[in-house]
């Protein structure tokens, strides 16, 4: 993985030393919370409903045990003994202390870390596909040129003041799995006709409010010019985009607005300026970056180990977990592995300190010593041998790790919603855990099979609830919390914003409003016929009719029943 | 008279910002007398009298674009920026405008909600002068322009990419 240089040191440490003056500056009264705020969020400082939470950049999901390791340290030390991986492949400290956060940057930037733009209206942590470099399905590897745009947009001067945030996605592989229809700004490496690498460019998709997926703005753009086409992209956004109003402040607001041809016309003409300028990327530059992220040391094995192969049909409780969270790799004899944060009973994307420190053992002992984070909130192993699969599940087992349910519903995305969150209206991890409880057995969440469940605390969507083949949002409707269902959502090459099925839940009808949906699926499925394909191929209606045929219980007495 | 920053120091400053009240036209206004700096609205529309001044000086409003200024901008030797507040972003593009796309070369002043932890990027996009929010210590401000001694990407100040002007290693194979 990419390594720091004299350079990247130097910028980082004059960060934390402008940082810690801030924060200084702010104790001491120099700078009103007005002004702070806005410094302090482009650290990823956020208060929080109790304390400040800090969210700590992963580059494109990127992490080596050191890392994990100094992760597992900043929670025993600086907050309450774990962290909360997130939807961008981030993670995030809930219990934090002002006082203590340049301390925080400065243990970060011994292993190579910080926290620079994972919040405010600048362009954030670039998110990329979990299984870059290893998929079996990948064209390019995208790993280069999203540290080339981390670089980029690290303190970029023009565009730290945008209209709101900018959210950048890369992918590299025939499926999508960096969700880049709903960024700001979606990558994908592509071959031309005369087999050059350049990008799809994809632009005005996102989440929140008006969810929009993104458009094609321009079929073929050639490597070397990401960074002056992207620089086009965000003059004309920062000059254009919309500030009298925060909700209608994202890129994708303005792209909607003019047409996302006239968007692209404008983009050109502002290029054009700047095309093949010094800023346009060398073959020099990308290949000293590239080498950081060279194929590791692979031992020549066959392409099938026999005893990996034998355990598979003699236990079934390894050859469940085999095939929810191993996944193909490109070199034989190896496979990915996702070690599952969904485990029932803790909140989705938690890892405690003692897992964070097993968790980079075990990276070095099967993996090349990397790990990770994908955006559905869990950990990969990139790199393990077949042969080694058993002992890894075993080990993994042992630390609640290895919940086999990888794309199953109990493998929810999840903000972290009211009981964290101040932007909040409904809390999100009690209603997982309660759904997740109901949903216990696992042959039953086998037969219902491939589904995603994502659940976000209010309208900032960041538990993606708008591509969830079922979507939950959490509304506040007079002091109360109530939770919308949406069906029908998608992520990946065939994206799909999910369809609201009715009026809204209390919190206790939640579990049994899946059961019911889950009961048309598996009523009205044929064979062979994923979640998603039956909610497409009958849309909502049936679900609908069923859901609200008959009153549902609530465990919570209090609050208006959606089917009185 | 006032301080601002100028060139990296803290000077004396004798220029005005002529800004309109509720109600005031930009076509009817009255420039007053001596160094003025007034809205880009202002000089378009009383450009015939205003021209055969030699104090006079424009500020873009956030919501202007350089270009409003093209066939003017090498007339003036000061050229102003506003910033409503410090947060509101778009005058950095403007003055990335005014230098790099219509060749300003004089003086380009950031006014306004102008405050020390935002002077660095505002060196960079290419103002040279800055009239800091004068509840503030300038003195203090000062030390803003000097938070970073490198920078990845192209700007105004630095024409070259950092991976353009230093020789960067590679993983050792």
């Given at each position: 993985m990419y390594r720091y240089d004299q350079h990247d040191h130097q910028i980082i440490q004059e960060r934390i030393a402008q940082y810690r003056d801030q924060v200084r500056r702010r104790l001491s009264g120099e700078l009103t919370e007005d002004e702070f705020r806005v410094l302090r969020l482009q650290n990823g400082l956020y208060m929080q409903r109790h304390a400040y939470m800090l969210r700590i950049a992963i580059p494109y999901g990127m992490l080596s045990s050191t890392q994990v390791r100094k992760f597992a340290h900043i929670a025993r030390k600086y907050d309450r003994g774990y962290g909360h991986f997130t939807t961008r492949q981030n993670i995030q400290f809930n219990w934090i202390d002002l006082e203590e956060t340049p301390d925080i940057l400065a243990e970060l930037a011994s292993v190579e870390m910080h926290a620079i733009q994972t919040s405010g209206n600048c362009m954030r942590n670039i998110t990329s596909d979990e299984f870059a470099g290893v998929a079996a399905d990948e064209v390019i590897d995208p790993r280069p040129y999203a540290e080339i745009l981390r670089?980029?947009?690290?303190?970029?001067?023009?565009?730290?003041?945008?209209?709101?945030?900018?959210?950048?996605?890369?992918?590299?592989?025939?499926?999508?799995?960096?969700?880049?229809?709903?960024?700001?700004?979606?990558?994908?490496?592509?071959?031309?006709?005369?087999?050059?690498?350049?990008?799809?460019?994809?632009?005005?998709?996102?989440?929140?409010?008006?969810?929009?997926?993104?458009?094609?703005?321009?079929?073929?753009?050639?490597?070397?010019?990401?960074?002056?086409?992207?620089?086009?992209?965000?003059?004309?956004?920062?000059?254009?985009?919309?500030?009298?109003?925060?909700?209608?402040?994202?890129?994708?607001?303005?792209?909607?607005?003019?047409?996302?041809?006239?968007?692209?016309?404008?983009?050109?003409?502002?290029?054009?300026?700047?095309?093949?300028?010094?800023?346009?990327?060398?073959?020099?530059?990308?290949?000293?970056?590239?080498?950081?992220?060279?194929?590791?040391?692979?031992?020549?094995?066959?392409?099938?180990?026999?005893?990996?192969?034998?355990?598979?049909?003699?236990?079934?409780?390894?050859?469940?977990?085999?095939?929810?969270?191993?996944?193909?790799?490109?070199?034989?004899?190896?496979?990915?592995?996702?070690?599952?944060?969904?485990?029932?009973?803790?909140?989705?994307?938690?890892?405690?300190?003692?897992?964070?420190?097993?968790?980079?053992?075990?990276?070095?002992?099967?993996?090349?010593?990397?790990?990770?984070?994908?955006?559905?909130?869990?950990?990969?192993?990139?790199?393990?041998?077949?042969?080694?699969?058993?002992?890894?599940?075993?080990?993994?087992?042992?630390?609640?790790?290895?919940?086999?349910?990888?794309?199953?519903?109990?493998?929810?995305?999840?903000?972290?919603?009211?009981?964290?969150?101040?932007?909040?209206?409904?809390?999100?991890?009690?209603?997982?855990?309660?759904?997740?409880?109901?949903?216990?057995?696992?042959?039953?969440?086998?037969?219902?099979?491939?589904?995603?469940?994502?659940?976000?605390?209010?309208?900032?969507?960041?538990?993606?609830?708008?591509?969830?083949?079922?979507?939950?949002?959490?509304?506040?409707?007079?002091?109360?919390?109530?939770?919308?269902?949406?069906?029908?959502?998608?992520?990946?090459?065939?994206?799909?914003?999910?369809?609201?099925?009715?009026?809204?839940?209390?919190?206790?009808?939640?579990?049994?409003?899946?059961?019911?949906?889950?009961?048309?699926?598996?009523?009205?499925?044929?064979?062979?016929?994923?979640?998603?394909?039956?909610?497409?191929?009958?849309?909502?209606?049936?679900?609908?009719?069923?859901?609200?045929?008959?009153?549902?219980?609530?465990?919570?007495?209090?609050?208006?029943?959606?089917?009185? | 008279m006032r301080e601002i920053i100028k060139d990296k120091v803290i000077v004396q400053d004798d220029w005005t910002v002529l800004r309109l009240a509720e109600g005031e036209a930009p076509d009817a206004v009255e420039v007053p007398a001596g160094k003025v700096i007034v809205p880009l609205k202002v000089w378009q529309l009383q450009r015939d009298s205003l021209a055969k001044r030699g104090d006079i000086a424009v500020w873009f409003a956030s919501d202007e674009q350089a270009k409003e200024l093209k066939e003017d901008i090498a007339r003036f030797s000061l050229i102003a920026v506003d910033f409503p507040k410090f947060a509101d972003g778009r005058g950095y593009s403007i003055a990335y405008n005014l230098r790099s796309r219509f060749a300003y070369t004089g003086e380009l002043r950031a006014i306004g909600d102008v405050l020390r932890d935002q002077l660095f990027y505002m060196q960079r996009v290419g103002f040279n002068a800055f009239a800091t929010r004068e509840d503030k210590n300038i003195h203090d401000a000062l030390k803003g322009l000097t938070d970073f001694s490198e920078k990845y990407q192209t700007s105004w100040d630095e024409k070259s990419p950092l991976f353009r002007r230093e020789h960067r290693d590679g993983a050792q194979a």
């Open positions: 670089q980029w947009t690290t303190f970029h001067p023009e565009f730290a003041y945008l209209p709101r945030k900018f959210k950048i996605a890369i992918n590299g592989s025939k499926e999508d799995r960096a969700a880049i229809a709903v960024h700001d700004i979606g990558l994908t490496v592509v071959h031309d006709g005369q087999g050059e690498v350049g990008f799809r460019v994809m632009v005005g998709g996102g989440m929140g409010r008006t969810p929009i997926l993104g458009s094609v703005i321009r079929e073929f753009l050639p490597w070397k010019d990401v960074m002056t086409y992207l620089e086009a992209i965000l003059r004309i956004y920062n000059q254009h985009g919309r500030r009298d109003n925060i909700y209608k402040a994202r890129i994708k607001i303005l792209v909607k607005a003019i047409g996302a041809e006239e968007f692209a016309r404008q983009v050109e003409e502002e290029w054009q300026d700047i095309k093949d300028g010094p800023a346009t990327l060398t073959q020099e530059e990308l290949t000293r970056v590239a080498s950081y992220f060279s194929t590791p040391d692979y031992a020549t094995l066959p392409a099938s180990d026999a005893g990996f192969e034998l355990h598979k049909t003699e236990n079934k409780a390894f050859s469940n977990w085999v095939k929810r969270n191993v996944k193909p790799h490109k070199v034989p004899g190896y496979a990915a592995v996702v070690l599952s944060l969904k485990k029932p009973g803790v909140p989705p994307g938690d890892a405690n300190a003692e897992q964070l420190d097993f968790i980079a053992g075990l990276a070095d002992r099967y993996s090349f010593g990397e790990v990770r984070v994908t955006h559905e909130q869990n950990l990969v192993l990139s790199d393990v041998k077949q042969s080694e699969l058993v002992t890894l599940w075993q080990e993994a087992k042992a630390h609640g790790l290895a919940t086999p349910n990888i794309g199953l519903l109990t493998d929810m995305i999840c903000c972290p919603g009211g009981d964290f969150c101040s932007l909040a209206n409904a809390k999100s991890i009690p209603i997982a855990l309660d759904i997740a409880d109901r949903f216990s057995n696992l042959d039953y969440l086998y037969d219902i099979g491939d589904i995603e469940l994502n659940m976000s605390g209010c309208i900032n969507a960041c538990g993606h609830h708008h591509v969830g083949n079922i979507g939950i949002l959490g509304v506040d409707k007079d002091g109360s919390e109530w939770y919308q269902v949406s069906i029908g959502g998608a992520q990946g090459n065939e994206s799909s914003i999910g369809k609201i099925i009715g009026p809204s839940f209390s919190a206790g009808q939640m579990p049994e409003v899946i059961e019911r949906i889950i009961q048309v699926y598996i009523r009205d499925r044929t064979e062979d016929e994923r979640f998603i394909d039956t909610a497409r191929r009958l849309g909502i209606a049936p679900f609908k009719e069923y859901v609200y045929a008959s009153p549902i219980k609530t465990t919570e007495p209090h609050g208006e029943d959606a089917c009185a | -």
